[in-house]
């Protein structure tokens, strides 16, 4: 029974049951009279739908009944809604067409829900999809974004032409231009940031309820931020008062962003279960996840950073066409704009910076925020033209790095791209990273692998993220449709036990944990006394739950807030009790204590009388110890670091493997470093699954999802990694209350540059300066090949 | 469409539950015909589960050769001291199939009556000269993998087991899907006395013999002596993640590694 504070690394709270196989998750929820839901999808990326007969189906075993998007239009269920409404260049905003819940009148991408069986059980609801007839209409999809811009191409949505949903930009044009008359030196990239797919370990999954006496919807769903759930659904699809619908995310396994959007699955079982009034429950296969999740990344990207003869940056320019695939999703256009742009001056002084963003529709799946969402992309973008222009001018890639930093005197550091940075050293990260990684024997180690007929290869990436989304004020300049605020409430039982109602979610992250330490330390409670309650909005007050690094420094902050008011509170108490002033009352280890006397009452004795008020001054003095706050923050939060990776690669071959990572990460203040290393490490896993392995792949003329199973779609595993090596630097943010930074997706952003930097260093000696993701064996042969035979041609 | 599940426990009602059945299937580890069904390409309706039959499961070395029965897993090959004293080139192959949940459920039996293009074992029974043992003849490995998914199997012919004969070195390398493991390329290289045998699966529609490798390295048995060899990639496979140059480029690779590790774990 003790405090376990800030900084301490107890073991996982929540891995009790985890490990134990005691989590409960949405499929493990079993409801009396619950039938089983099973989604027809487009075996089509672009169709149109004619007459759909469910009469075969209808008479299978077990059926109930059959929904389609004509059923859903009937009863005016609205379209999915976005929840950033981004602006053109031109002043126009960006176009925003119908999402309907079940497809009506096309379908836009290869498994675009177009019905819904209804069934007894899942199998049977399975064998009769099969008998849902759909007359399509196959169209002519439009897969690559280069083909959806050209004029002649067929229109995914008929009121967007040209399917470009925006024409966006960010930055000074003009400014950009000077700096390019200016330049010694153009240093220029062309790259394709690969569509990924998540993959959550738990597929995505959802029961809906309702209770006809009181009127009252419940959904159970896989999701990490239930209450927008119920704002989005209840409010703009359903329209379902918020108070007759209760959303409840319980645990939930993993989530990359993948469950942070408000899903047309959601939307159709509690549309169902009021028409049926019987609970239904959906659980995706995992093949049907490849084909209804949401995407991530897909980005094609030219680029142009402008240097002076001392290699000094003067201007950056950037054009990224962004795959919105074939709706906007619940973020979607928001990721590649103001998620991307924004950190395009990494850690550098970068005077001039323009950025245009096309936000183009195709027939793909929807395409939004995953892991680290825009930043990583934006990372992959400077950090890999930054190596182009060392290696075109002969200026080392740290030295040139070293020559544009931001030094730490410079914070706060204004970008010319809205943001500004509130703290930082990225200097000592690289200073650390160069010694942890033992850069100085690199070159040994080179030599020592060409030894074996191996070429070795040394890449650096250095990033910031703008984390801890958001600050309203700036979020809703850029767009966004809400607050991104959060809130926590601290309950102190009258045993001075703790329970903690936050909004933010935990889908494996450890805020059981992290956020238990946090309470502990600031109310010396022990840490086994505080529970933390999320994932259900009936009994969290509200929240926004969990995503953009959010949860420790928003919610988080919340959190302390919260605890702060909890202590006047129980100054006030105390006061009264030992008959002093509030003033007079000073909270220290867990005490009460009149200032300068040893009169104290303990924490769990003012928790006590709380709930015991036999003698208060009713008047000034209200029972209970329960205090609730909301924290918006001011600014974003700006983590950082320094990346390296050593590569070797089989020139016979192209086989790769990964010799060694070391990242050093300035993540602020670190409340538990075991879940901070943690997370870093699988964030770091997930960048080296878009460098090496993971590509989203659909067929140019068809539109089919060619990798659409773990037989094709490959995840990285652990014998393909080496140990990696974490290193933390902590600078503390200048605006959050325990100067925490974020850590969720830190490793995301650093690491695919870090990764293919070294590819192309490790290919140097073929002349070659990028090689797109993932890096695999045969892409890698190919490129060696091709090298090897202009050389041979050459001489 | 219901399923009929069956559990025999001899050979001989096994064969029969499959003859009677309209659409019947073998069962053994599972690790091929389950995810088939899952994903509906596959609805039979019998399945006759091998795993009750006496004797399937077993590794035995006899005076000139190794014999391992139809229903032995794949983790028991690969752990095998038998084997590895034996056909280490064979436990070894068996190791690196899938992952070990495959390996503690999969079966050589299952696997070459699959005869999956990208599958480990038919490179080691062709390249071996192996004889696939059934319940009712003998057919030698040469003349049992007739294409993709195809095998000289009559359909309620059971495999009992494999028997080997024991090569003077032998080893196979692979290079897998990152993805599923499969080999994308697997070249299982076997010298015997009276010659060089040489079998690559995952490349092409069903796993094959070189007859230009095998003749350069019976005169030789060194990876230079195949410096002069390419293949036709023509009629290889090409997939998202090897196109057919690679293909015809890595089963040189991977012979010469292959050929190199024979004569080093000699
Ligand atoms: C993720 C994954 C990765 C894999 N990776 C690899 C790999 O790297 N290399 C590789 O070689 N394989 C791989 N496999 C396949 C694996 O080796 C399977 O175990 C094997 O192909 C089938 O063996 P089984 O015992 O599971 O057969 P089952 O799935 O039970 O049966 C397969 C087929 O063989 C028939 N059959 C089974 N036993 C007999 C018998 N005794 N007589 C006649 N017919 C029979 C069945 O009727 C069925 O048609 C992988 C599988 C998975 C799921």
Known sequence: ?795 | MTLAFHRPSSIADAAKLLAGAEDGKFLAGGMTLLPTMRQRLADPSDLVDLSSLPGLAMIERTGDGLVIGALTRHADVAGSEVVKAAVPALAALAGRIGDPQVRYRGTIGGSIANNDPAADYPAALLALDATVVTDRREIAADDFFLGTFETALETDEIVTAVRFPIPLAASYEKLRSPASRYALVGVFVARFADGVRVAVTGAGPCVFRSADIEEALASAFEPSALDRISIDASELNSDLHADADYRAHMIMVLTKRAVAAAIAGH
């Open chain 1, 1 to 795: 029974m003790t405090a376990i504070g800030i900084g301490q690394a107890p073991k996982r709270k929540e891995d009790v049951r985890f490990l134990t196989g005691r989590g409960r998750y949405v499929s493990d929820i079993k409801l009396h009279n619950m039938a089983a839901a099973f989604f027809v999808r487009s075996p089509h990326a672009h169709a149109k739908i004619g007459a759909i007969d469910s009469s075969a189906a209808l008479e299978a075993e077990g059926v109930v009944a059959v929904f389609t998007g004509a059923d859903l239009e009937a009863a005016k269920v609205g379209g999915l809604p976005v929840g950033w409404g981004i602006t053109g260049s031109d002043g126009e905003p960006m176009k925003e067409p119908f999402y309907p819940v079940l497809a009506v009148g096309k379908v836009r991408h290869v498994g675009d829900p177009v019905a819904v069986v209804v069934a007894e059980t899942p199998e049977q609801a399975q064998a009769a999809a099969d008998l849902v007839m759909v007359d399509y209409e196959p169209l002519t999809p439009v897969v690559s974004m280069l083909d959806a811009l050209k004029p002649e191409a067929p229109l995914v949505h008929e009121d967007v032409p040209q399917n470009l949903c925006c024409d966006w930009a960010m930055g000074d044009e003009a400014a950009v231009e000077e700096a390019r008359q200016k330049a010694a030196h153009i240093a220029r990239i062309e790259l394709v940031n690969n569509r990924l797919i998540g993959n959550p370990m738990e597929p995505r999954a959802a029961i809906a309820e309702y209770d006809r006496a009181r009127d009252h919807y419940t959904l159970y769903t896989t999701s990490q931020f239930p209450h927008v759930v119920r704002f989005l659904m209840g409010g703009l699809v359903l329209n379902i008062p918020q108070h007759k619908l209760r959303v409840v995310a319980p645990d939930v396994g993993g989530g990359f962003g993948v469950k942070q959007f408000h899903y047309a699955e959601e939307a159709a079982l509690t549309f169902i279960a009021g028409k049926l009034c019987r609970p239904v429950k959906w659980v995706s296969e995992r093949s049907e996840g490849f084909v209804s999740d949401r995407q991530g990344r897909d980005h094609v990207t030219e680029a142009e950073l402008m240097l002076d003869e001392n290699g000094k940056f003067l201007g950056l320019w950037v054009s990224t066409l962004a795959n919105m695939g074939g709706y906007l999703s619940t973020f979607g256009p928001n990721i590649p704009t103001n998620l991307y742009a924004p950190l395009l001056s990494g850690v550098y002084k970068l005077p001039a910076i323009f950025c245009n963003v096309k936000v183009v529709f195709t027939n793909t799946l929807p395409v939004d925020a995953y892991r680290g969402a825009g930043r990583p992309e934006a990372t992959f973008v400077l950090e890999r033209l930054v190596d182009v222009a060392a290696i075109e001018t002969g200026i080392d890639k740290i030295e040139i790095r070293r020559r544009n930093m931001i030094s730490k005197e410079e914070y706060p550091y204004q970008t010319p791209v809205v943001v500004e940075y509130d703290s930082g050293d990225p200097m000592a990260c690289l200073d650390k990273a160069i010694e942890v990684a033992d850069i100085a024997g690199f070159e040994a180690r080179r030599t020592e692998a060409a030894r074996r007929g191996k070429y070795r290869g040394l890449g650096l990436s250095t990033y910031v993220e703008a984390c801890g989304l958001a600050p309203s004020r700036l979020a809703g300049q850029m767009g966004a449709r809400g607050g991104l605020y959060e809130s926590a409430t601290v309950r102190v039982h009258p045993t001075s036990h703790v329970s903690v109602m936050i909004g933010t979610h935990n889908h494996g992250q450890g805020h059981e944990t992290t956020f238990a330490q946090i309470v502990s330390e600031q109310l010396g409670v022990p840490f086994e006394d505080i529970d933390i309650v999320f994932g259900d909005t009936d009994r969290v007050q509200f929240g926004m739950g969990t995503y953009g690094s959010r949860s420790l420094v928003v919610g988080g902050a919340a959190l302390s807030k919260a605890g702060d008011k909890v202590i006047v509170k129980g100054r006030k108490i105390a006061a009264h009790l030992l008959e002093a002033s509030f003033e007079d009352i000073a909270f220290e280890k867990g005490e009460f204590k009149v200032a300068g006397t040893d009169r104290a009452k303990t924490f769990a004795e003012i928790a006590g009388a709380a709930y015991v008020p036999h003698d208060y001054p009713l008047e000034t003095l209200e029972p209970g110890l329960e205090e609730q706050a909301y924290y918006d923050p001011i600014n974003f939060t700006y983590p950082g670091g320094a990346h390296f990776c050593e590569v070797e690669i089989d020139p016979d071959s192209g086989e790769i493997e990964l010799c060694a990572y070391t990242a050093v990460d300035d993540v602020g203040t670190i409340i538990n470093p075991m879940i901070v290393e943690g997370q870093l490490h699988g964030g770091i896993v997930q960048g080296i699954g878009q460098a090496l392995f993971e590509h989203g792949i659909y067929d140019e003329e068809t539109g089919q999802l060619m990798s659409g199973s773990f037989m094709d779609y490959c995840m990285p595993r652990a014998d393909n990694l080496p140990s990696i090596t974490i290193s933390p630097q902590v600078t503390a943010c200048a605006h959050t209350p325990m100067g925490v930074k974020g850590c969720g997706e830190c490793g995301t952003i650093g690491s695919p540059a870090a990764v293919i930097n070294a590819v192309v260093d490790a290919l140097k000696p073929l002349g070659i300066t990028h090689v797109d993701m993932p890096a695999t064996p045969n892409r890698l042969w190919a490129i060696i090949r091709n090298a090897q035979s202009t050389s041979i041609a050459a001489e």
